[in-house]
């Protein structure tokens, strides 16, 4: 099976604008997932100044969490996540179901969530990305009786193409789907909570997915990304990116799953004894060869 291997930096920069001590708390999701299609040959998370403690756990959805604690008098922090990926070219996700009726296998879902609270999790919403009419209300066309689930998806995915426009800087991390609906302009975040939204309105469990496109070695990507995922009761996921317009998603590097962003924000915490926080990132992701 063709793959390639990427390298990953993603680097974090707190301004602080402390003259005292400071009390610092940070979660980092910033080691890739280690999935069927994605091997982890390196990761290395480096701060400064250095933590007074660290230690990395596995949250509830899998994805491996670092948590730091960082105490002293100090103006900065600077968080480095260095990665080596090697990424099989085949996309990631199961196939099956997709070719179905889509009612049937939200009625299937259904059954499998009312059996496993993981899964009803993933069927109820969020704040962030809600189960609601009002998404009900904009999926419906999508979702036609009779329709098999990997059209419906097809067509939501262009519909959100079509409706909404890329647009970096226009929202920020807090910015709820309410606002993105009436602005109708949003980054990668946005555009995967309304498919996730969307998904879980029409009764079929959705997860968020958070990471990066691998770019090429002339055009290294230089942001982070976000998708959506539908379970498929047969097994697995299915992939899904309103972003870029596109059922599946190969070339994407997966830094972790969640209900929504929240479970999943790349880098988050809070600084006692600051006085205004200000995160500056930079990211590079390219690859180092195939095989």
């Given at each position: 099976?063709?793959?390639?291997?990427?390298?990953?930096?993603?680097?974090?920069?707190?301004?602080?604008?402390?003259?005292?001590?400071?009390?610092?708390?940070?979660?980092a999701?910033?080691?890739?997932?280690?999935l069927?299609?994605?091997?982890?040959?390196?990761?290395?998370?480096?701060?400064?100044?250095?933590?007074?403690?660290?230690?990395?756990?596995?949250?509830?959805?899998?994805?491996?969490?670092?948590?730091?604690?960082?105490?002293?008098?100090?103006?900065?922090?600077?968080?480095?996540?260095?990665?080596?990926?090697?990424?099989?070219?085949?996309?990631?996700?199961?196939?099956?179901?997709?070719?179905?009726?889509?009612?049937?296998?939200?009625?299937?879902?259904?059954?499998?969530?009312?059996?496993?609270?993981?899964?009803?999790?993933?069927?109820?919403?969020?704040?962030?990305?809600?189960?609601?009419?009002?998404?009900?209300?904009?999926?419906?066309?999508?979702?036609?009786?009779?329709?098999?689930?990997?059209?419906?998806?097809e067509?939501?995915?262009?519909?959100?193409?079509?409706?909404?426009?890329?647009?970096?800087?226009?929202?920020?991390?807090?910015?709820?789907?309410?606002v993105?609906?009436?602005?109708?302009?949003?980054?990668?975040q946005?555009?995967?909570?309304?498919?996730?939204?969307?998904l879980?309105?029409?009764?079929?469990?959705?997860?968020?997915?958070s990471?990066?496109?691998?770019?090429?070695?002339?055009?290294?990507?230089?942001?982070?990304?976000?998708?959506?995922?539908?379970?498929?009761?047969?097994?697995?996921?299915?992939?899904?990116?309103?972003?870029?317009?596109?059922?599946?998603?190969?070339?994407?590097?997966?830094?972790?799953?969640?209900?929504?962003?929240?479970?999943?924000?790349?880098?988050?915490?809070?600084?006692?004894?600051?006085?205004?926080?200000?995160?500056?990132?930079?990211?590079?992701?390219?690859?180092?060869?195939?095989?």
């Open positions: 099976m063709a793959a390639r291997r990427y390298r990953v930096v993603h680097r974090s920069r707190y301004e602080l604008g402390a003259e005292g001590a400071v009390a610092c708390r940070l979660e999701h910033l080691t890739p997932r280690a069927p299609h994605q091997a982890v040959e390196f990761h290395q998370l480096v701060m400064r100044p250095l933590p007074r403690s660290r230690r990395v756990e596995e949250d509830a959805f899998g994805n491996l969490c670092t948590r730091i604690e960082i105490c002293g008098s100090f103006g900065a922090i600077d968080v480095t996540a260095l990665s080596v990926v090697r990424l099989c070219e085949e996309a990631a996700g199961g196939a099956g179901d997709l070719g179905d009726d889509w009612r049937a296998v939200a009625a299937r879902t259904a059954a499998a969530a009312a059996e496993d609270p993981a899964l009803r999790a993933l069927v109820e919403g969020t704040a962030r990305a809600p189960r609601s009419g009002a998404m009900a209300d904009y999926a419906r066309g999508c979702f036609r009786e009779g329709l098999p689930l990997g059209g419906a998806l067509g939501l995915v262009d519909q959100i193409r079509r409706d909404f426009t890329f647009t970096p800087g226009v929202t920020a991390a807090d910015t709820g789907i309410a993105f609906c009436e602005l109708r302009r949003g980054v990668c946005d555009f995967a909570h309304l498919a996730v939204a969307c879980r309105s029409m009764g079929l469990a959705a997860r968020y997915a990471g990066y496109v691998a770019g090429s070695a002339s055009a290294p990507a230089r942001a982070s990304h976000a998708w959506a995922s539908v379970w498929l009761p047969s097994g697995g996921w299915h992939d899904l990116d309103p972003t870029l317009g596109r059922l599946g998603a190969p070339g994407h590097i997966v830094l972790g799953y969640g209900r929504d962003y929240d479970d999943v924000a790349p880098l988050r915490g809070t600084a006692e004894g600051a006085r205004g926080v200000e995160l500056r990132t930079e990211i590079a992701v390219a690859p180092q060869g195939s095989e």
